[in-house]
């Protein structure tokens, strides 16, 4: 079941605006992000790529990366694990035409989620958020 949510979560962001509120990660999805596990979300991430707007991205860990593309740009979602879950998830969103409005309307939308802390890294090429659980 958890499976499933996350690839209605992933299929809901194809080919549309990355900052479209109703678009942006809702607090259920990310309850079921946390949840997972490294062996599930490198399995998801294979499936995923067989989409056209979603790429896999190695890098120096076990772990995958996935970039979902979009109509105005592309969000890079890297999972952080300790001992198999999930201890951070870093969103970055990098724009075709960037400006800081997108920084106050990422952090609106994040700041409402209780349980959840935030970091964000704003750039003149990306808004970067890192979150995790404040428990």
Same mark, same amino acid.
């Given at each position: 079941?958890?499976?499933?949510?996350?690839?209605?979560?992933?299929?809901?962001?194809?080919?549309?605006?990355?900052?479209?509120?109703?678009?942006? $990660? %809702?607090?259920?999805?990310?309850? #079921?992000?946390?949840?997972?596990?490294? =062996?599930?979300?490198?399995?998801?991430?294979?499936?995923?790529?067989? !989409?056209?707007?979603?790429?896999?991205?190695?890098?120096?860990?076990?772990?995958?990366?996935?970039?979902?593309? *979009? &109509?105005?740009?592309? #969000?890079?979602?890297?999972?952080?694990?300790?001992? &198999?879950? $999930?201890? =951070? #998830?870093?969103?970055?969103? $990098?724009? *075709? %035409?960037? %400006?800081? !409005?997108?920084?106050?309307?990422?952090?609106?939308?994040?700041?409402?989620?209780? !349980?959840?802390?935030?970091?964000?890294?704003? &750039?003149? !090429?990306?808004?970067?958020?890192?979150?995790?659980?404040?428990?």
């Amino acid at each position: 079941m958890k499976k499933f949510l996350f690839f209605c979560l992933i299929f809901l962001s194809i080919k549309t605006h990355a900052l479209d509120s109703s678009k942006l $990660i %809702n607090l259920d999805d990310l309850n #079921i992000l946390f949840d997972l596990q490294k =062996k599930d979300w490198n399995e998801n991430v294979l499936f995923l790529i067989k !989409k056209n707007s979603f790429a896999k991205i190695d890098n120096d860990s076990d772990t995958f990366y996935l970039k979902s593309v *979009f &109509n105005d740009g592309e #969000i890079i979602t890297m999972p952080i694990f300790s001992n &198999n879950v $999930i201890e =951070k #998830i870093k969103f970055e969103y $990098i724009f *075709f %035409n960037h %400006n800081k !409005k997108y920084l106050k309307i990422i952090q609106n939308h994040f700041n409402f989620f209780k !349980k959840f802390c935030f970091e964000y890294l704003y &750039n003149d !090429k990306s808004i970067e958020v890192g979150i995790s659980k404040c428990d």
